[in-house]
């Protein structure tokens, strides 16, 4: 069965700390990644996503991640947080090369980042 | 750009009430999703409609659920009877279409927060 898995469920870092959340999936094809961000009161908005090509891919706010494609990660990194990044964090796959367009959503990762 | 817009944003129902959510889509989105996010989870796709018709509906529970698109544009999710379990967010995205096989940009609105009773 086609799963996305978050390990870490809640992260606290303080202002300036480096971020990285871990996302590994599982399913036996191709499959195109993302990262979606929610912040308090907002909508699910677009992080970043990797189709093809280089691997390390960069996303807004100075975000970026890397798809492993041998250990079917694509972890999500950004240097040093600020406290506007405090938000929830899904990841999410979509298998390539059927009709629909479905993403498989992790469990997703709260940050709080301290001031 | 005008975004997805859903309503109602809040729903307070009793068990075994019906329910319906509205959702627009982004002007000229020809796909839009129907997606349920239980509190601690992640969303989980419910209905995809390529126009006004259905792609994928294979995890939508048929026997109380049911969503409509009828001129390819709004769409509308129905829950009758609604049971303690189906308390969620209720998302809908939209995306451009005719990008198929997960390449199509999902954009998101605020969702519905449904609470049962």
């Known amino acids: 069965a086609q799963s996305v898995s978050q390990h870490n469920h809640h992260v606290i870092l303080s202002e300036a700390a480096s971020l990285e959340l871990g996302c590994n999936y599982s399913?036996?094809?191709?499959?195109?990644l993302f990262w979606y961000v929610q912040y308090p009161g907002q909508h699910l908005q677009l992080l970043l996503k990797?189709?093809?090509?280089?691997?390390l891919v960069k996303g807004i706010k100075g975000f970026e991640a890397e798809f492993i494609k041998s250990k079917f990660s694509f972890n999500l990194r950004k240097p040093s947080v600020q406290w506007s990044d405090t938000a929830e964090y899904f990841c999410a796959v979509s298998p390539t090369g059927g009709a629909t367009n479905k993403l498989i959503f992790g469990t997703g990762t709260l940050l709080a980042v301290q001031p | 750009e005008a975004g997805v817009a859903q309503s109602p944003r809040y729903k307070i129902i009793e068990k075994r009430q019906s329910v319906a959510f509205w959702c627009n889509p982004i002007s000229g989105h020809a796909t839009l999703y129907w997606y349920q996010q239980i509190l601690g989870q992640g969303p989980k796709l419910l209905i995809q409609f390529q126009n006004n018709g259905v792609v994928d509906d294979s995890q939508l529970p048929k026997d109380r659920f049911s969503a409509e698109r009828l001129k390819g544009v709004d769409s509308t999710l129905k829950i009758q009877p609604a049971k303690l379990e189906d308390s969620a967010v209720y998302l809908c995205?939209?995306?451009?279409?005719?990008?198929?096989?997960?390449?199509?940009?999902?954009?998101f609105g605020p969702g519905t927060r449904l609470t049962v009773l």
């Open positions: 990797y189709f093809s090509g280089d691997p």
């Open positions: 399913y036996g094809g191709t499959v195109n």
């Open positions: 995205a939209s995306s451009l279409g005719g990008l198929a096989g997960g390449s199509d940009t999902q954009y």
